[in-house]
């Protein structure tokens, strides 16, 4: 017997690139089903919940929906709240006045969790409901995805900044320093690889919070790659810790800021950028350095978007609604590469997801621990999209010279 309510369906954390397009994969799919008798988006994620602040988007016509897919941010607006024990069941409470059936939230770690926790809560009062925590995050970090919506248009955007900045550094030779966004998880700082064409392209480094951060190595891999190429570029992600698992912005500052999780306020600020650079100046002899943090750029630049990103996104939102009315299951959405390059979509324990953090792993980083390897970039090429730019070079030869001796 089909389960016969409303859907809601909200969205969490920081926003991507691609969001709409799984919010909108998921109104369209469930206006489908006659046994769904409204569509609610939530303002504001689970505090619209709360607040009971929902627009009815069963009566949003089609096309502006397909419009509204396109473009970054959050649509339906989004929140930093962190729900616990007591915050889900008003959620519940919420969703049971309204005759929900059917619970989509768009998110990440703590959002998978927050999907969890109401589903317990419907499980306790014996309430017939199906909950799906739809992937969402540019730092790629939920475990049992082999990468998840959001991220590959992020990794193309710091592909293609780093192409630039390789290619002014080589114009005006000095140190380069980028700092990327990623707490934990190193993937979207390594993506600045794909920005090498030349044997001597930058970034020459990239550091990562997978591995121990030590300033003296830094100094040590900056002079060396500066004496081999006349100048440097680095890729830096703002997680980098030091040998204790201490994050290196607690070590360079004085006052650290924290967000709404209680977590070291790592973006939003260009003090490691700034930090690093100041370290270069007093350390080395380089005279020409300069730093930049790429902040809310990266996830929400509209000329830089994947069409691979766009795709997948969309169909993990409609493989959401399928999942929970159609086959009346509760769960996470994954994406399981199949091919190179095809994937596929399981839906997978709430629990096997929640609150957990997927890192690198060993065999994308490089021995020294300050680069990538080869399977990292087979990794990322194809999740980046059609149509990424290359930088080429004059190949034109020399003219021999008649005034001066070579």
């Known amino acids: 017997m089909a389960l016969e309510g409303k859907v809601v369906v909200a969205q969490g954390g920081g926003p991507t690139a691609v969001i709409n397009q799984s919010l909108v994969g998921v109104v369209l799919e469930s206006r489908k089903f006659p046994q769904v008798t409204r569509v609610y988006g939530a303002l504001h994620g689970v505090q619209g919940i709360v607040n009971e602040d929902f627009l009815d988007l069963t009566q949003e016509t089609t096309n502006n929906l397909e419009h509204v897919a396109i473009p970054p941010n959050s649509r339906m607006l989004s929140t930093r709240i962190k729900p616990d024990k007591a915050y889900c069941r008003e959620i519940f409470k919420v969703l049971r006045a309204?005759?929900?059936?059917?619970?989509?939230?768009?998110?990440?770690?703590?959002?998978?969790?927050?999907?969890?926790?109401?589903?317990?809560?419907?499980?306790?009062?014996?309430?017939?409901?199906?909950?799906?925590?739809?992937?969402?995050?540019?730092?790629?970090?939920?475990?049992?995805?082999?990468?998840?919506?959001?991220y590959g248009s992020a990794a193309r955007f710091v592909a293609e900044a780093f192409m630039g900045a390789n290619l002014d550094n080589r114009s005006l030779p000095g140190v380069y320093i980028g700092i990327v966004m990623g707490r934990h998880a190193?993937?979207?700082?390594?993506?600045?690889?794909?920005?090498?064409?030349?044997?001597?392209?930058?970034?020459?480094?990239?550091y990562l919070p997978e591995r121990a951060f030590s300033l003296e190595k830094f100094t040590a891999d900056v002079i060396e790659a500066y004496d081999?190429?006349?100048?440097?570029?680095?890729?830096?992600?703002?997680?980098?810790?030091?040998?204790?698992?201490?994050?290196?912005?607690?070590?360079?500052?004085?006052?650290?800021?924290?967000?709404?999780?209680?977590?070291?306020?790592?973006?939003?600020?260009?003090?490691?950028?700034?930090?690093?650079?100041?370290?270069?100046?007093?350390?080395?002899?380089?005279?020409?350095?300069?730093s930049d943090t790429?902040?809310?750029?990266?996830?929400?630049?509209?000329?830089?978007?994947?069409?691979?990103?766009?795709n997948e996104a969309r169909e993990v939102g409609e493989k959401a609604a399928q999942f929970a009315i159609w086959h009346d299951k509760d769960g996470s959405i994954t994406i399981r590469r199949t091919g190179y390059y095809s994937v596929d979509y399981k839906l997978v324990n709430l629990a096997e997801v929640a609150g957990k953090t997927r890192i690198m792993p060993d065999e994308f980083i490089n021995s020294a621990g300050n680069h990538v390897t080869d399977k990292f970039i087979h990794y990322v090429r194809p999740l980046l999209g059609s149509g990424l730019p290359q930088?080429?070079?004059?190949?034109?030869?020399?003219?021999?010279?008649?005034?001066?001796?070579?």
Do not use: W
Not at 250 to 265: R, W
Not at 391 to 406: E, F, G, N, S, T
């Open 228 to 290: 081999r190429y006349g100048r440097c570029v680095i890729a830096v992600s703002e997680g980098i810790c030091d040998a204790n698992r201490l994050p290196v912005m607690t070590k360079l500052v004085k006052e650290i800021e924290k967000d709404a999780h209680g977590n070291v306020q790592l973006s939003g600020t260009g003090a490691l950028g700034d930090l690093l650079s100041q370290h270069l100046i007093k350390t080395t002899k380089i005279g020409r350095i300069r």
């Open 98 to 150: 309204h005759h929900a059936r059917y619970f989509f939230y768009i998110g990440g770690n703590d959002s998978s969790d927050t999907v969890r926790i109401v589903n317990q809560e419907a499980l306790k009062a014996n309430y017939d409901f199906r909950a799906i925590h739809i992937p969402k995050t540019i730092d790629n970090d939920l475990v049992l995805n082999d990468h998840t919506p959001g």
């Open 186 to 206: 190193g993937f979207l700082t390594a993506a600045a690889s794909i920005s090498q064409k030349y044997p001597d392209d930058g970034p020459h480094l990239i």
């Open 294 to 310: 790429f902040g809310y750029l990266q996830r929400s630049y509209i000329g830089s978007v994947s069409d691979v990103d766009q």
């Open 391 to 406: 930088a080429h070079r004059i190949r034109a030869p020399r003219v021999q010279k008649i005034l001066k001796d070579d």
